[in-house]
Protein backbone atom coordinates (compact mmCIF):
# COMPACT_ATOMS: atom_id res chain seq x y z
CA UNK A 1 0.00 0.00 0.00
CA UNK A 2 1.81 3.56 -0.74
CA UNK A 3 0.52 5.63 1.67
CA UNK A 4 -1.58 8.93 0.89
CA UNK A 5 0.22 13.21 1.77
CA UNK A 6 -1.56 16.17 2.05
CA UNK A 7 0.16 19.31 2.83
CA UNK A 8 -1.22 22.18 4.73
CA UNK A 9 0.10 25.60 3.69
CA UNK A 10 -0.63 28.43 4.98
CA UNK A 11 -1.35 32.43 3.78
CA UNK A 12 1.30 33.60 6.33
CA UNK A 13 2.96 32.26 9.87
CA UNK A 14 1.23 32.32 12.58
CA UNK A 15 -1.61 31.12 10.94
CA UNK A 16 -2.12 27.70 12.88
CA UNK A 17 -1.03 25.01 10.65
CA UNK A 18 1.04 23.78 12.95
CA UNK A 19 -1.70 22.65 15.56
CA UNK A 20 -4.14 22.26 12.35
CA UNK A 21 -1.65 19.32 11.77
CA UNK A 22 -0.90 18.05 15.15
CA UNK A 23 -5.37 17.86 15.47
CA UNK A 24 -5.99 16.29 12.21
CA UNK A 25 -3.07 13.69 12.88
CA UNK A 26 -4.77 13.07 16.59
CA UNK A 27 -8.06 12.98 14.58
CA UNK A 28 -7.15 10.31 12.10
CA UNK A 29 -4.92 8.42 14.03
CA UNK A 30 -8.42 8.20 16.67
CA UNK A 31 -9.73 6.93 13.53
CA UNK A 32 -7.03 4.03 13.18
CA UNK A 33 -4.64 5.34 10.30
CA UNK A 34 -1.08 5.12 11.00
CA UNK A 35 -0.11 9.16 10.85
CA UNK A 36 3.11 10.37 9.91
CA UNK A 37 3.80 14.17 10.43
CA UNK A 38 6.32 16.30 8.67
CA UNK A 39 8.21 19.52 7.74
CA UNK A 40 10.64 19.71 4.86
CA UNK A 41 12.03 22.83 6.64
CA UNK A 42 11.28 24.63 9.82
CA UNK A 43 13.16 27.90 11.36
CA UNK A 44 12.82 27.79 15.28
CA UNK A 45 14.62 27.50 18.50
CA UNK A 46 11.99 25.42 19.92
CA UNK A 47 13.70 21.97 19.46
CA UNK A 48 13.09 18.38 20.60
CA UNK A 49 15.56 15.36 20.73
CA UNK A 50 14.48 12.43 18.78
CA UNK A 51 14.57 8.61 19.45
CA UNK A 52 16.69 8.41 16.93
CA UNK A 53 19.63 10.81 18.34
CA UNK A 54 19.16 14.40 16.24
CA UNK A 55 16.92 17.21 16.82
CA UNK A 56 13.70 18.70 15.27
CA UNK A 57 11.39 21.35 15.36
CA UNK A 58 9.19 21.41 18.99
CA UNK A 59 6.19 21.79 16.82
CA UNK A 60 6.86 18.36 14.77
CA UNK A 61 7.60 16.54 17.87
CA UNK A 62 4.12 17.44 19.21
CA UNK A 63 2.31 16.25 15.84
CA UNK A 64 4.45 12.98 16.40
CA UNK A 65 2.55 12.89 19.50
CA UNK A 66 -0.60 13.82 18.39
CA UNK A 67 0.08 10.57 15.78
CA UNK A 68 0.71 8.62 18.82
CA UNK A 69 4.38 8.00 17.76
CA UNK A 70 7.55 8.92 18.13
CA UNK A 71 9.48 11.86 16.64
CA UNK A 72 12.03 10.94 14.41
CA UNK A 73 14.15 13.53 12.10
CA UNK A 74 13.12 12.26 9.03
CA UNK A 75 9.18 14.75 10.47
CA UNK A 76 11.73 17.39 10.15
CA UNK A 77 14.61 17.19 7.24
CA UNK A 78 15.70 20.69 7.64
CA UNK A 79 15.75 22.75 10.98
CA UNK A 80 17.07 26.29 10.38
CA UNK A 81 17.80 27.62 14.42
CA UNK A 82 18.85 31.68 14.38
CA UNK A 83 21.42 33.06 15.60
CA UNK A 84 21.53 36.55 14.68
CA UNK A 85 19.22 38.72 12.13
CA UNK A 86 20.79 37.63 8.96
CA UNK A 87 22.27 33.94 9.58
CA UNK A 88 21.22 30.43 11.35
CA UNK A 89 22.73 27.39 12.43
CA UNK A 90 21.58 24.88 9.84
CA UNK A 91 20.71 21.03 10.86
CA UNK A 92 20.23 18.33 8.34
CA UNK A 93 18.79 14.90 9.31
CA UNK A 94 19.21 15.97 12.96
CA UNK A 95 22.36 17.09 12.92
CA UNK A 96 24.35 20.16 12.83
CA UNK A 97 25.58 21.03 9.45
CA UNK A 98 27.28 24.41 10.54
CA UNK A 99 26.69 28.04 10.06
CA UNK A 100 25.40 30.10 7.16
CA UNK A 101 24.09 34.11 6.36
CA UNK A 102 20.78 33.86 5.02
CA UNK A 103 22.15 34.62 1.29
CA UNK A 104 24.27 31.59 1.65
CA UNK A 105 21.66 29.59 3.08
CA UNK A 106 19.30 30.17 0.05
CA UNK A 107 21.35 29.54 -2.24
CA UNK A 108 22.00 26.53 -0.93
CA UNK A 109 18.64 25.26 0.32
CA UNK A 110 17.98 24.09 -3.29
CA UNK A 111 20.94 21.15 -2.45
CA UNK A 112 18.42 19.79 0.21
CA UNK A 113 15.85 19.01 -2.11
CA UNK A 114 16.73 15.12 -2.32
CA UNK A 115 17.47 14.99 1.50
CA UNK A 116 13.75 16.15 2.52
CA UNK A 117 11.76 13.89 -0.46
CA UNK A 118 14.14 11.25 0.71
CA UNK A 119 12.94 11.89 4.11
CA UNK A 120 9.27 11.84 3.00
CA UNK A 121 9.71 8.21 1.61
CA UNK A 122 10.95 7.10 4.70
CA UNK A 123 8.11 8.23 6.03
CA UNK A 124 5.29 7.07 3.52
CA UNK A 125 6.81 3.82 3.79
CA UNK A 126 5.45 3.33 7.54
CA UNK A 127 2.65 5.15 7.55
CA UNK A 128 -0.79 5.42 5.90
CA UNK A 129 -1.05 8.86 5.46
CA UNK A 130 1.85 11.63 5.95
CA UNK A 131 0.80 15.41 6.70
CA UNK A 132 2.71 17.91 5.83
CA UNK A 133 3.30 21.47 7.22
CA UNK A 134 4.27 24.27 5.25
CA UNK A 135 6.57 27.03 6.26
CA UNK A 136 5.63 30.78 6.30
CA UNK A 137 3.42 31.78 3.64
CA UNK A 138 3.07 29.82 0.02
CA UNK A 139 2.67 33.10 -1.45
CA UNK A 140 6.48 34.14 -1.09
CA UNK A 141 7.14 34.75 -5.38
CA UNK A 142 10.69 36.31 -4.26
CA UNK A 143 11.59 32.82 -2.29
CA UNK A 144 10.25 30.40 -4.88
CA UNK A 145 13.28 29.71 -6.93
CA UNK A 146 14.76 27.01 -4.86
CA UNK A 147 11.83 26.39 -2.47
CA UNK A 148 12.20 23.02 -0.67
CA UNK A 149 9.69 24.20 2.33
CA UNK A 150 6.49 24.86 0.21
CA UNK A 151 5.41 24.21 -3.75
CA UNK A 152 8.95 23.01 -4.60
CA UNK A 153 8.71 20.11 -2.38
CA UNK A 154 4.88 19.46 -3.08
CA UNK A 155 5.44 20.12 -6.83
CA UNK A 156 8.54 17.72 -6.68
CA UNK A 157 6.40 15.04 -5.25
CA UNK A 158 3.05 16.35 -6.59
CA UNK A 159 1.25 16.65 -3.28
CA UNK A 160 -2.23 18.13 -2.67
CA UNK A 161 -2.59 21.52 -0.73
CA UNK A 162 -4.78 23.05 1.71
CA UNK A 163 -4.08 26.44 1.78
CA UNK A 164 -5.02 28.15 5.45
CA UNK A 165 -5.81 31.56 6.02
CA UNK A 166 -6.25 33.21 9.51
CA UNK A 167 -9.61 35.27 9.69
CA UNK A 168 -8.29 36.72 13.38
CA UNK A 169 -5.91 38.73 11.92
CA UNK A 170 -7.93 40.13 9.51
CA UNK A 171 -7.84 40.33 5.78
CA UNK A 172 -8.85 36.67 5.41
CA UNK A 173 -10.73 37.16 1.94
CA UNK A 174 -7.76 39.34 -0.08
CA UNK A 175 -5.00 36.71 1.42
CA UNK A 176 -6.82 33.56 0.39
CA UNK A 177 -7.55 34.71 -2.84
CA UNK A 178 -4.48 37.14 -3.13
CA UNK A 179 -2.41 33.73 -2.93
CA UNK A 180 -4.24 32.30 -5.43
CA UNK A 181 -3.32 35.76 -7.92
CA UNK A 182 0.40 35.97 -7.58
CA UNK A 183 1.55 32.67 -7.46
CA UNK A 184 2.65 30.08 -10.59
CA UNK A 185 -0.20 28.20 -11.98
CA UNK A 186 1.41 25.03 -11.73
CA UNK A 187 1.66 25.68 -8.00
CA UNK A 188 -2.45 26.40 -8.12
CA UNK A 189 -2.85 23.79 -9.76
CA UNK A 190 -1.89 21.58 -6.47
CA UNK A 191 -4.36 23.75 -4.10
CA UNK A 192 -7.29 21.63 -3.67
CA UNK A 193 -9.51 23.68 -1.15
CA UNK A 194 -8.98 26.27 1.00
CA UNK A 195 -9.58 26.62 4.93
CA UNK A 196 -10.89 29.82 7.34
CA UNK A 197 -8.87 29.42 10.44
CA UNK A 198 -9.34 31.00 14.13
CA UNK A 199 -13.02 32.40 13.77
CA UNK A 200 -14.92 33.94 16.57
CA UNK A 201 -18.43 34.75 16.61
CA UNK A 202 -21.42 33.70 14.54
CA UNK A 203 -20.39 31.24 11.36
CA UNK A 204 -23.49 31.81 9.52
CA UNK A 205 -22.39 35.91 9.16
CA UNK A 206 -19.28 34.49 6.95
CA UNK A 207 -21.22 32.59 4.77
CA UNK A 208 -20.98 34.93 1.71
CA UNK A 209 -17.41 35.00 2.56
CA UNK A 210 -16.69 31.55 2.19
CA UNK A 211 -18.60 31.76 -1.23
CA UNK A 212 -17.07 34.41 -2.50
CA UNK A 213 -13.29 32.86 -1.97
CA UNK A 214 -14.77 29.39 -3.64
CA UNK A 215 -15.93 30.98 -6.44
CA UNK A 216 -12.65 33.34 -6.76
CA UNK A 217 -10.56 30.18 -6.22
CA UNK A 218 -11.99 27.70 -7.91
CA UNK A 219 -11.61 25.44 -5.11
CA UNK A 220 -14.16 24.38 -1.83
CA UNK A 221 -13.44 26.77 1.04
CA UNK A 222 -13.49 24.46 4.22
CA UNK A 223 -14.74 26.70 7.35
CA UNK A 224 -14.17 28.86 8.98
CA UNK A 225 -13.19 26.58 12.44
CA UNK A 226 -13.92 27.86 15.10
CA UNK A 227 -10.96 29.66 17.53
CA UNK A 228 -9.77 26.86 19.89
CA UNK A 229 -9.51 28.35 23.22
CA UNK A 230 -7.45 25.57 24.97
CA UNK A 231 -4.53 26.08 22.37
CA UNK A 232 -2.48 27.91 24.43
CA UNK A 233 -1.78 24.25 26.88
CA UNK A 234 -0.16 22.97 23.86
CA UNK A 235 3.95 24.12 23.58
CA UNK A 236 4.21 27.22 21.19
CA UNK A 237 6.08 26.43 17.70
CA UNK A 238 8.06 29.88 17.84
CA UNK A 239 8.20 33.49 19.69
CA UNK A 240 5.53 34.48 17.24
CA UNK A 241 3.51 32.35 20.11
CA UNK A 242 5.32 32.91 23.00
CA UNK A 243 4.51 36.91 22.43
CA UNK A 244 0.94 35.76 23.29
CA UNK A 245 1.73 33.93 26.49
CA UNK A 246 3.95 37.00 27.90
CA UNK A 247 1.57 38.30 30.32
CA UNK A 248 1.78 37.42 33.90
CA UNK A 249 -0.77 34.74 35.54
CA UNK A 250 -2.95 35.44 38.91
CA UNK A 251 -0.96 32.73 41.12
CA UNK A 252 0.86 34.27 44.59
CA UNK A 253 3.91 32.64 43.12
CA UNK A 254 5.92 34.77 40.92
CA UNK A 255 8.21 34.31 38.38
CA UNK A 256 10.29 36.54 36.05
CA UNK A 257 11.96 34.95 32.33
CA UNK A 258 13.63 38.07 30.49
CA UNK A 259 12.96 37.66 26.91
CA UNK A 260 16.46 37.14 25.13
CA UNK A 261 16.56 38.04 21.60
CA UNK A 262 17.51 34.51 20.21
CA UNK A 263 15.21 32.43 23.15
CA UNK A 264 15.62 29.08 22.92
CA UNK A 265 13.33 25.40 23.85
CA UNK A 266 10.89 28.02 25.68
CA UNK A 267 8.41 25.15 25.96
CA UNK A 268 10.37 24.30 29.71
CA UNK A 269 8.36 26.75 30.69
CA UNK A 270 4.77 25.96 30.36
CA UNK A 271 4.34 23.14 33.15
CA UNK A 272 4.79 26.45 35.12
CA UNK A 273 2.69 28.57 33.11
CA UNK A 274 -0.32 26.11 33.41
CA UNK A 275 0.05 25.86 37.72
CA UNK A 276 -2.72 28.48 38.35
CA UNK A 277 -0.95 29.36 41.89
CA UNK A 278 2.47 30.70 39.59
CA UNK A 279 2.17 33.98 37.99
CA UNK A 280 5.17 33.09 35.55
CA UNK A 281 5.44 36.48 33.73
CA UNK A 282 7.94 36.73 29.94
CA UNK A 283 9.60 40.75 30.26
CA UNK A 284 10.26 42.14 26.94
CA UNK A 285 12.76 44.37 26.37
CA UNK A 286 12.31 47.83 27.26
CA UNK A 287 11.13 46.95 30.52
CA UNK A 288 13.23 46.46 33.97
CA UNK A 289 12.86 43.21 35.97
CA UNK A 290 10.03 43.20 38.23
CA UNK A 291 10.38 41.57 42.05
CA UNK A 292 9.46 37.86 42.10
CA UNK A 293 10.13 35.00 44.09
CA UNK A 294 12.20 32.80 41.25
CA UNK A 295 13.89 34.20 38.19
CA UNK A 296 14.28 32.14 35.21
CA UNK A 297 17.21 32.56 32.59
CA UNK A 298 15.61 30.57 30.00
CA UNK A 299 18.02 28.96 27.21
CA UNK A 300 19.66 30.77 24.05
CA UNK A 301 20.32 29.80 20.83
CA UNK A 302 23.24 31.99 20.77
CA UNK A 303 24.24 32.44 24.62
CA UNK A 304 27.34 35.43 24.36
CA UNK A 305 25.28 37.68 22.14
CA UNK A 306 21.99 36.95 24.40
CA UNK A 307 23.67 38.07 27.34
CA UNK A 308 25.28 41.18 26.00
CA UNK A 309 21.50 42.04 24.92
CA UNK A 310 20.31 41.14 28.74
CA UNK A 311 23.40 43.82 30.13
CA UNK A 312 22.57 46.00 27.50
CA UNK A 313 18.87 46.12 29.17
CA UNK A 314 20.21 46.56 32.62
CA UNK A 315 18.81 42.88 33.73
CA UNK A 316 22.24 42.08 34.93
CA UNK A 317 22.07 44.61 37.38
CA UNK A 318 18.19 43.03 38.19
CA UNK A 319 19.15 39.73 38.63
CA UNK A 320 22.34 40.72 41.07
CA UNK A 321 19.77 42.65 42.80
CA UNK A 322 17.25 40.23 43.08
CA UNK A 323 19.90 37.60 44.13
CA UNK A 324 21.39 39.77 47.10
CA UNK A 325 17.64 39.94 48.06
CA UNK A 326 17.60 36.28 48.77
CA UNK A 327 15.51 35.59 45.08
CA UNK A 328 16.08 32.19 44.00
CA UNK A 329 17.43 32.21 40.44
CA UNK A 330 17.54 29.29 38.06
CA UNK A 331 19.59 29.14 34.32
CA UNK A 332 18.36 26.67 31.96
CA UNK A 333 21.01 25.81 29.41
CA UNK A 334 22.61 29.24 28.00
CA UNK A 335 20.92 30.78 30.88
CA UNK A 336 23.02 28.02 33.12
CA UNK A 337 26.06 29.28 31.05
CA UNK A 338 25.03 32.73 31.96
CA UNK A 339 25.11 32.48 35.81
CA UNK A 340 28.58 31.38 35.75
CA UNK A 341 31.89 33.73 35.33
CA UNK A 342 33.36 33.29 32.08
CA UNK A 343 31.88 32.35 28.96
CA UNK A 344 34.79 31.22 26.56
CA UNK A 345 34.13 30.36 22.26
CA UNK A 346 37.51 29.78 21.53
CA UNK A 347 36.66 28.74 18.17
CA UNK A 348 34.00 31.25 17.33
CA UNK A 349 31.37 28.34 17.18
CA UNK A 350 28.15 31.65 17.68
CA UNK A 351 29.95 34.11 16.20
CA UNK A 352 33.49 35.70 16.92
CA UNK A 353 35.92 33.96 19.19
CA UNK A 354 36.19 35.21 22.19
CA UNK A 355 35.14 35.64 26.00
CA UNK A 356 32.59 37.01 27.76
CA UNK A 357 31.96 37.77 31.42
CA UNK A 358 28.91 36.37 33.39
CA UNK A 359 26.78 37.00 35.57
CA UNK A 360 29.18 35.52 38.52
CA UNK A 361 26.49 34.24 40.47
CA UNK A 362 27.94 30.14 40.25
CA UNK A 363 31.46 29.17 41.04
CA UNK A 364 31.31 27.86 37.19
CA UNK A 365 33.12 28.81 33.77
CA UNK A 366 31.88 27.55 30.02
CA UNK A 367 33.84 26.85 26.84
CA UNK A 368 31.65 26.34 24.02
CA UNK A 369 32.45 23.36 21.87
CA UNK A 370 31.52 22.07 18.21
CA UNK A 371 30.08 19.25 19.25
CA UNK A 372 26.65 19.18 20.06
CA UNK A 373 24.89 17.20 23.04
CA UNK A 374 21.62 15.59 21.68
CA UNK A 375 20.45 12.94 24.45
CA UNK A 376 17.07 11.82 26.03
CA UNK A 377 17.86 11.69 29.55
CA UNK A 378 16.38 10.04 32.94
CA UNK A 379 17.73 11.89 35.86
CA UNK A 380 17.13 12.25 39.53
CA UNK A 381 17.41 15.81 41.21
CA UNK A 382 19.59 16.46 43.20
CA UNK A 383 17.47 19.02 45.30
CA UNK A 384 14.61 16.69 45.81
CA UNK A 385 15.78 13.66 44.85
CA UNK A 386 12.67 12.81 42.06
CA UNK A 387 12.88 11.23 39.30
CA UNK A 388 13.21 13.71 36.34
CA UNK A 389 12.95 13.05 32.09
CA UNK A 390 14.48 15.51 30.25
CA UNK A 391 17.08 16.15 27.13
CA UNK A 392 20.07 17.91 26.53
CA UNK A 393 20.73 19.87 23.93
CA UNK A 394 23.71 22.14 23.94
CA UNK A 395 26.95 22.82 22.87
CA UNK A 396 29.63 23.47 25.67
CA UNK A 397 31.08 22.15 29.06
CA UNK A 398 31.02 23.88 32.04
CA UNK A 399 32.91 23.39 35.08
CA UNK A 400 33.67 24.86 38.09
CA UNK A 401 33.70 24.59 42.12
CA UNK A 402 29.86 24.94 42.12
CA UNK A 403 29.42 21.58 40.14
CA UNK A 404 30.48 19.70 44.04
CA UNK A 405 26.71 20.46 44.29
CA UNK A 406 25.09 19.21 40.92
CA UNK A 407 21.36 20.11 40.26
CA UNK A 408 20.55 16.71 39.20
CA UNK A 409 22.55 13.30 38.67
CA UNK A 410 22.40 11.55 34.63
CA UNK A 411 23.58 8.19 35.39
CA UNK A 412 25.60 8.27 38.59
CA UNK A 413 27.26 11.59 36.64
CA UNK A 414 26.73 15.03 38.11
CA UNK A 415 24.86 17.39 35.93
CA UNK A 416 24.17 21.27 36.91
CA UNK A 417 25.45 22.95 39.64
CA UNK A 418 24.13 24.84 42.80
CA UNK A 419 25.45 27.43 44.65
CA UNK A 420 26.54 27.18 48.54
CA UNK A 421 22.97 28.98 49.96
CA UNK A 422 21.23 26.63 47.28
CA UNK A 423 19.48 29.75 45.67
CA UNK A 424 21.24 29.86 42.59
CA UNK A 425 20.79 26.99 40.36
CA UNK A 426 22.35 25.82 36.64
CA UNK A 427 21.03 22.89 34.42
CA UNK A 428 21.51 21.86 30.88
CA UNK A 429 18.52 19.68 30.98
CA UNK A 430 15.68 20.89 29.06
CA UNK A 431 11.17 19.74 29.86
CA UNK A 432 12.33 19.17 33.70
CA UNK A 433 9.18 20.64 34.67
CA UNK A 434 6.77 18.06 33.21
CA UNK A 435 7.79 15.66 35.49
CA UNK A 436 4.73 16.55 38.26
CA UNK A 437 6.42 15.50 41.40
CA UNK A 438 8.95 17.63 40.83
CA UNK A 439 7.97 20.72 39.73
CA UNK A 440 5.87 20.66 42.88
CA UNK A 441 8.81 19.86 45.39
CA UNK A 442 10.81 22.30 43.66
CA UNK A 443 8.20 24.74 43.96
CA UNK A 444 7.72 23.75 48.02
CA UNK A 445 11.39 24.27 48.43
CA UNK A 446 11.20 27.86 47.51
CA UNK A 447 8.00 28.24 49.31
CA UNK A 448 4.93 27.76 46.71
CA UNK A 449 2.41 25.65 46.98
CA UNK A 450 2.10 23.92 43.76
CA UNK A 451 -1.87 22.50 42.49
CA UNK A 452 -1.19 19.32 43.02
CA UNK A 453 -4.06 18.39 40.42
CA UNK A 454 -1.72 19.73 37.74
CA UNK A 455 -0.68 16.13 35.45
CA UNK A 456 1.15 18.24 32.58
CA UNK A 457 1.45 14.95 30.11
CA UNK A 458 -2.08 14.46 30.80
CA UNK A 459 -3.02 17.71 29.97
CA UNK A 460 -1.35 17.71 27.00
CA UNK A 461 -3.01 14.45 25.56
CA UNK A 462 -6.48 15.96 26.82
CA UNK A 463 -5.94 19.06 24.91
CA UNK A 464 -4.50 17.24 21.78
CA UNK A 465 -7.72 14.84 22.19
CA UNK A 466 -10.32 17.82 22.60
CA UNK A 467 -8.77 19.68 19.48
CA UNK A 468 -9.61 16.57 17.15
CA UNK A 469 -12.73 16.41 18.18
CA UNK A 470 -13.31 20.29 17.67
CA UNK A 471 -11.77 19.60 14.07
CA UNK A 472 -14.23 16.38 13.78
CA UNK A 473 -17.05 18.55 14.56
CA UNK A 474 -16.22 21.79 12.55
CA UNK A 475 -14.72 20.12 9.09
CA UNK A 476 -15.65 17.69 6.76
CA UNK A 477 -12.37 14.93 7.53
CA UNK A 478 -14.20 12.51 4.82
CA UNK A 479 -13.72 15.14 2.54
CA UNK A 480 -9.88 16.00 3.57
CA UNK A 481 -9.20 12.59 3.35
CA UNK A 482 -10.62 12.33 -0.70
CA UNK A 483 -7.80 15.52 -1.05
CA UNK A 484 -4.63 13.05 -0.25
CA UNK A 485 -3.11 11.07 -2.71
Known amino acids: MVAKSLMVMGTGSDVGKSLLVAGLARAFTNRGLRVAPMKPQNMSNNAAVTVDGGEIGRAQALQARAARRDPITAMNPVLLKPEHETGAQLIVRGKRVGSYPARQYWKKRGELLPEVVAAHRELAADTDLVLVEGAGSASEVNLRAGDIANFGFARALDLP ?23 DPADRALIGASLVNKFQGDPALFTEGRDFIARRTGVPCLGPVPWFRDAGKLPAEDVLGLESRA ?14 PRIANFDDLDPLRLDPNVALEIVSPGRPLPDADLIILPGSKATRADLAALKAEGWDIDIRAAARRGTAVLGLCGGYQMLGHRISDPDGIEGRAGTSHGLGLLAVNTVLAAKKELRLEAAISGLTGDPLTGYHMHMGVTDGAD ?51 LHYEAVIDATLDAFAA ?5 LDLDFLLSLAR
Do not use: K, Q, W
Open 470 to 474: HLEAN
Open 403 to 453: RARPFAEVGGAREGAVSSDGRIMGTYLHGLFAADAFRREFLARLGATADAD
Open 161 to 183: VLLVGDIERGGVIASLCGTFDVI
Open 247 to 260: RPGTGMFRIVVPRL
